[in-house]
């Protein structure tokens, strides 16, 4: 009897592993959907919609303002030296734990984590624990005439901070997977270690390597937490575009707020969308480093 019933038992479709039926799908696609659009199509479409909200010339005067332009010059600033610095680390963290054994290996891969599990806010504190006036190294700086927070070398150095495990975090799961295969075929061939390094490991990690330059700039840029500790709030100087957007509504100025507000949206968005198609073009190694997550 056993054997007829599994005769007749209508048979599962190759390589479907969904159990639930139609409506349960439904109903987790429907709460996905509506999830979405309440909490981040909504407010996303709402930023434009109050940004142009008085027009075209309401728009662009909000970025013809002295202190909106300090903000943008300080914000690409600050993200042209942190990024490349974590660029810089994150490589050769990544090589050096990928593809080498040494004392203390643990200890640094904990440390590149620890951006991730310590707020902003407290990162941001801590800079000033150390560096400010009444900080640990604020009297030889002040005597010394050396200004770090409230300035923009603290800016730089809490941006740094929070980006710092972008980069190494993508490239040390793919680098771990390539294996060492490849460069000791290079070394054995005489290539020296640079050379092997700039031929055969850089090009294999060159698209994630792009993909966490990605995230690591968004993240520089988009930074509020920290840097708003360390900056003073000192207009035309020290204010980012985060920090210009929410002086901005705070005196109620609610089309210029959200004129800047756009602006970091839409630098998003292009981010997202650049993100997108190399994760469409290249979902394998990508795919890799998002392990390590």
Not at 108 to 131: H, N
Not at 145 to 163: K, S, Y
Request: glycine residues 8%; aromatic residues 10%.
């Amino acid at each position: 009897m056993s054997s007829a019933l599994a005769t007749t038992r209508p048979p599962a479709r190759a390589g479907s592993v969904v159990t639930e039926g139609l409506a349960v799908r439904a109903l987790l696609i429907g709460i996905a959907v509506v999830f979405l659009a309440l909490f981040l199509v909504l407010p996303l479409v709402t930023v434009f919609i109050q940004a142009f909200a008085k027009g075209w010339s309401a728009y662009l005067a909000a970025f013809s303002e002295t202190d909106a332009r300090s903000a943008i010059r300080l914000t690409l600033l600050t993200a042209a030296i942190a990024v490349p610095f974590n660029l810089v680390f994150g490589v050769m963290a990544s090589w050096a734990i990928a593809k080498f054994e040494f004392r203390g290996k643990n200890l640094l891969v904990t440390l590149i984590d620890l951006p991730f599990s310590v707020s902003p806010v407290v990162s941001g504190l801590i800079y000033v624990l150390v560096f400010g006036a009444q900080g640990f190294l604020g009297p030889w700086l002040l005597a010394h005439d050396i200004q770090i927070i409230f300035a923009v070398p603290g800016i730089v150095l809490a941006t740094i901070f929070v980006t710092f495990p972008f980069v190494a975090r993508q490239l040390i799961p793919l680098m771990q997977e390539q294996g060492t295969a490849e460069e000791e075929a290079a070394l054995t061939l005489g290539a020296s270690g640079w050379h092997a390094f700039r031929t055969v490991t850089l090009p294999n990690i060159r698209w994630g390597l792009l993909y966490s330059v990605l995230l690591c700039n968004a993240r520089a840029m988009g930074e509020f937490g920290a840097v708003s500790v360390v900056s003073g709030h000192i207009r035309g100087l020290t204010n980012t575009l985060p920090l210009h957007v929410e002086i901005l509504y705070n005196e109620y100025n609610f089309v210029a707020s959200f004129a800047v507000a756009s602006l970091l949206a839409g630098l998003a968005l292009v981010t997202l969308l650049v993100k997108s198609l190399l994760e469409w073009r290249f979902s394998a190694e990508i795919a890799a480093g998002a392990r390590g997550h």
